[in-house]
């Protein structure tokens, strides 16, 4: 059965240019009838399920949208479209200690925060000897809570939370709580669940906690979801993204184009009737530093902006020989191919000439997108090689593509809106 | 209200709060926050005394308009910062927000209870009698508690929103305080304003706890028809304002 059920949810929030928080502001807004704010998808389309004791962590960058969606799951914020449904009794640990009061007790806060928690006076007397035991404060039980340390209070707090028995926790960052010792101790409670079959949604920057916690991972970035998948598998793309990001483009070498694949297009009739404007070759080429997986790639790199209407993307290429072709798709990061996003086709069958090739997308925040063509030995379609590929691919030298540009059919662009092709790694 | 209900221990914890950080200091400290409305009644009795021939009910008339006064004052004005000096209990955990209005409400309900209680003896004193009606008195205090909770979630709501809706609010409340009999009496409201003097809700609660305290006089019809209209309609107008605004509190707060 499924814990948590999220189905397509976006959260849009609105930036003001000038935050109105005054009456004479609001005022004014509503007489000159502008639009004051900009709008800024913080979760766009976010579909993902979560069994019933299964521990699912999500990674991304700052700013990425995973606390917002966290907090969608707490029901702190609501959707602007979509739904999210919650089998079960949830502990939100967004942020330990809320509503901790300095100048009470610690065994008053304790009823107090398990009250806030959803949990009654009775169970509170039940597992109170537990929380203080656990968060080895016994002694200090009467004391005001303002004279605790910080460590205390974060003890304190953790303690009482899990100690209310909820069956789905989210956890935001909040093991970085105490010493070495009470960590562990930290860390063996959320085993302890798992066992329990209780089901853990785990927010964390520290990606090997994330690994040793969770099966299985999400990666979100600008406030969609890039990639579900083994929880290893996920870092390992992560990695690859914030990796990415750092490198810079070297030096561009020329070199003559394909051979196999001699002219595309994204699909002008169907998904793109923009295409010929929007769309840039970026490169094509050999990968000259083929190994044993891949004996060779031909490949052809091509920026685009899809259709975001969901209909079914579709590319033209034209191939100078029947052979099979793969097929994959990155965001874009400032003019560069980025984060990979679907896994490559499995081998496409191509006759010689034209041939059309309908995909599905997973679009992300960017309106950009590049597409890959390439051919080579391996079959890669298993994330595994997918990765490996990412990681030739980087590495591959991007050549100028002489484009053949056939009279009447194909791509019809002047050539010198061809990029200098830059290959980075 | 079902809801609320399975909510009680968590209103019922978080009132106590409110009222233990209100009286948390010593045992003066509570005395103070009693004895503060008794002084303000007294200043206001040397200052008011002589004016529009006050007669020798004036101590116990003033007491009253005052200690009924305050509790839709301190609730309403308190209640409109709640959310906002309370955004943890919005922007991480989830809760019933109006939990955390009503609670403010009901924190000020217990205040004025005891500025009550203090004040029978007084009342004793000064009319030598207490008026049987007086047992009427938590059943009015039910109305006008939810006179104020609704104006309250109302306010709340909005400031939220409209960060210097306080000052509106403090200007108000002002006007409301001379537009009310509270320092005066009410044979200074000629014939013709009457009518629309009497549509302040504030004026006929005020009017109803001087009967039930003072006079012993069953409260009109015509006071109760305006007092109930205007705890129904300000209930039912702060909990829609409030239902509609909250989805974005925990962006906003």
């Known amino acids: 059965m499924e814990s948590i059920v999220v189905d397509n949810i976006s959260k849009r929030y609105r930036i003001p240019h000038h935050k109105k928080t005054t009456l004479f502001q609001n005022l004014v807004g509503l007489i000159k009838q502008q639009s004051n704010y900009e709008e800024l998808w913080a979760l766009k389309d976010v579909s993902f399920e979560v069994e019933r004791g299964q521990a699912f962590g999500i990674i991304g960058r700052n700013g990425s949208g995973k606390s917002t969606l966290l907090k969608m799951l707490a029901r702190v914020l609501y959707p602007d479209s979509g739904s999210v449904i919650i089998n079960g009794k949830i502990a939100s640990f967004l942020e330990l200690g809320v509503g901790f009061q300095p100048e009470l007790s610690a065994r008053e806060n304790v009823y107090i925060y398990s009250s806030i928690l959803g949990v009654n006076r009775k169970e509170t007397q039940r597992i109170y000897e537990d929380i203080l035991e656990f968060a080895e404060l016994k002694k200090f039980e009467d004391m005001k809570l303002k004279n605790f340390s ?80 083994h929880t290893d598998e996920v870092i390992r793309n992560y990695l690859y993204m914030l990796d990415h990001q750092r490198s810079m483009p070297s030096a561009a070498s020329i070199a003559d184009g394909t051979r196999f694949i001699d002219s595309f297009q994204s699909n002008g009739n169907l998904a793109f009737p923009e295409s010929t404007k929007s769309e840039k070759i970026i490169g094509a080429g050999v990968d000259a530093d083929a190994d044993a997986l891949c004996a060779a790639y031909y ?112 791509f019809t662009t002047d050539t010198s809106h061809y990029d200098l092709i830059t290959g980075w790694g | 209200m079902i809801n609320l209900w399975h909510y009680r221990e968590l209103i019922g914890n978080l009132t106590i709060v409110d009222l233990k950080n209100r009286y948390q200091n010593t045992a003066l400290g509570f005395i103070w926050s009693l ?66 209005v009503l609670s403010n409400v009901l924190s000020n309900l217990i205040s004025s209870l005891l500025e009550f209680i203090v004040i029978i003896p007084i009342l004793f004193m000064v009319a030598g009698k207490l008026p049987l009606t007086i047992l009427l008195f938590p059943l009015v205090f ?112």
């Open chain 1, 150 to 229: 910080s460590g205390m209070l974060m003890r304190l707090a953790f303690s009482t939370a899990v100690h209310t028995d909820p069956d789905i926790m989210l956890i935001d960052e909040v093991l970085a709580v105490g010493d070495e010792l009470f960590q562990k101790k930290c860390m063996e409670k959320i085993h302890e669940f798992k066992q329990q079959d209780k089901t853990i949604i785990f927010v964390s920057h520290a990606l090997d906690v994330v690994n040793q916690v969770c099966e299985t991972a999400m990666l979100i970035d600008g406030g969609h979801v890039i990639y579900i998948g």
């Open chain 1, 299 to 410: 490949f052809v790199l091509s920026r685009f902006s899809p259709d975001k209407s969901g209909a079914v993307n579709q590319i033209r290429i034209r191939c100078s020989s029947p052979g099979n072709v793969k097929l994959a798709f990155y965001m874009d990061y400032n003019g560069e191919p980025g984060m990979l996003l679907n896994a490559v086709h499995t081998s496409i069958a191509v006759d010689t000439g034209w041939n059309n090739i309908s995909f599905p997308l997973t679009l992300v925040s960017v309106d950009q997108y590049y597409w890959l063509a390439f051919c080579s030995d391996a079959d890669i379609v298993n994330a595994k090689t997918t990765s490996n590929f990412t990681r030739r691919f980087k590495q591959a030298t991007f050549h100028t593509f002489t484009f053949p540009n056939p009279a009447g059919s194909g």
């Open chain 2, 35 to 100: 004895l503060s409305p008794l002084l303000l009644a007294l200043v206001l009795y040397f200052v008011f005394r002589f004016l529009w021939g006050q007669g020798p009910d004036f101590p116990a008339y003033l007491l009253v308009g005052l200690m009924t006064w305050r509790f839709f004052a301190n609730g309403t004005t308190s209640s409109l910062y709640s959310i906002v000096s309370k955004a943890s209990l919005v922007t991480k955990v989830s809760i019933p927000r109006k939990i955390i």
């Open chain 2, 142 to 253: 039910l109305i006008y508690f939810w006179f104020a909770y609704g104006i309250g979630l109302f306010l709340a709501a909005l400031y939220v929103y409209i960060r210097d809706f306080n000052q509106v609010w403090e200007v108000l409340i002002n006007v409301l305080f001379f537009l009310s009999p509270i320092v005066y009496p009410m044979v200074q409201i000629s014939e013709k304003t009457m009518p629309f003097y009497l549509l302040n809700p504030m004026t006929d609660f005020i009017i109803i706890y001087r009967d039930l305290m003072i006079y012993g006089n069953l409260p009109s019809l015509y006071n109760l028809a305006i007092v109930g209209i205007a705890s129904l309609s300000a209930y039912i107008i702060g909990s829609l304002t409030f239902l509609k605004l909250q989805r974005r509190f925990a962006e906003e707060v």
